[in-house]
């Protein structure tokens, strides 16, 4: 099972393109970016990320900051040739990216790393888990199986500190799958953690389930610990810190469970089966 489910990850050749902002919106400082990159959108399947300049334009001169930033993609349409971005204003990079405007180019590389899984091939009830800038890859994850795995049983929990870092939400839901809502405030949906009603859904279909999680590193760790107790299977996508996105800097090292070593999160992942990572180390 294990070794199906390994082999069903995709990684695909990644390709440098000049992506057209086609749209910018945003509040609560978190943004969705809607960009014309139509080689990435031809190549993209969801899980996987891309790594943008955040400076605008073919000729800019500017240079800080001077590395790309990756994000998951959120959306994928590639009859339209369009990806969307999700992401929030927590740095220079995320600021520079913020100010950028409809009509301008940004750099874009990818698709980089390993998608999640083909969801036709897994077994059970799909639970996608996203918590907060998680969320965004969770909803191309959630149309992929509404696409490719339509008789599935596709279900998704979403959770985040406050209704205002939601952001996917809607996304998520315009895609058809049902996602039960968590939020630390209480400020959306039911007050507490994503690991509520997901220990819930393993107490009744247990090894039934099949687990996708993208979040924060210890809510990752939760889930992986209640996936494992149920002998469900879980893939994670771990969202390392990283500088190049495909193999070169080895900045986002992610230990490997099980055996010494490490992974690289941008090129053996961001996708992992959770048994083969060491999480929080
Ligand atoms: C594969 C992958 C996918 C990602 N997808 C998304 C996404 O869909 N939406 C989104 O908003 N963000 C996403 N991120 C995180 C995003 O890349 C960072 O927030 C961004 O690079 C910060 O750039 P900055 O220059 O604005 O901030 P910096 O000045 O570089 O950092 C500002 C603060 O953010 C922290 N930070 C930076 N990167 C990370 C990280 N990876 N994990 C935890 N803390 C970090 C820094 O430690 C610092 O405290 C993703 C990261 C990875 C590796």
Redesign the pocket.
């Known amino acids: 099972m294990t070794a199906t489910l390994k082999a069903s990850r995709t990684k695909a050749a990644w390709v440098q393109e000049w992506a057209e902002v086609v749209a910018q919106t945003g509040d609560h400082d978190v943004y969705k970016l809607t960009l014309r990159a139509p080689e990435i959108a031809r190549r993209a399947v969801a899980g996987q990320?891309v790594e943008v300049r955040p400076v605008a334009g073919r000729g800019s001169a500017a240079v800080d900051?001077l590395l790309r930033?990756?994000?998951?993609i959120?959306e994928i349409r590639p009859d339209e040739g369009i990806i969307t971005?999700?992401?929030?204003?927590?740095?220079?990079?995320?600021?520079v990216m913020a100010s950028v405007t409809a009509g301008q180019e940004l750099n874009v590389m990818g698709p980089l790393?390993h998608s999640f899984p083909d969801p036709a091939t897994g077994r059970g009830m799909l639970v996608l888990v996203g918590g907060g800038?998680g969320i965004?890859?969770m909803v191309a994850a959630a149309a992929r199986a509404r696409a490719e795995a339509p008789d599935r049983c596709v279900t998704a929990i979403l959770g985040a500190r406050h209704v205002g870092f939601l952001a996917g939400a809607e996304e998520l839901a315009a895609t058809g799958v049902p996602a039960a809502i968590m939020t630390d405030d209480g400020s959306a949906g039911h007050q507490g953690f994503v690991t509520a009603p997901l220990k819930e859904l393993l107490d009744a279909a247990g090894a039934g389930c099949e687990v996708w999680a993208c979040g924060p590193e210890g809510m990752l760790m939760a889930v992986k610990e209640l996936c494992r107790a149920a002998g469900a299977p879980c893939f994670v996508s771990v969202?390392?810190?990283?500088a190049c996105g495909f193999g070169a800097c080895i900045g986002?090292t992610v230990p490997k469970s099980g055996e010494p070593g490490f992974w690289k999160?941008?090129q053996d992942g961001?996708v992992f089966l959770a048994e083969e990572v060491e999480l929080g180390g």
């Open positions: 990320f900051p930033r990756p994000f998951s959120c971005l999700i992401y929030r204003v927590v740095g220079r990079g995320t600021a790393g800038l965004p890859p969202e390392r810190h990283m986002c999160a941008c961001p």
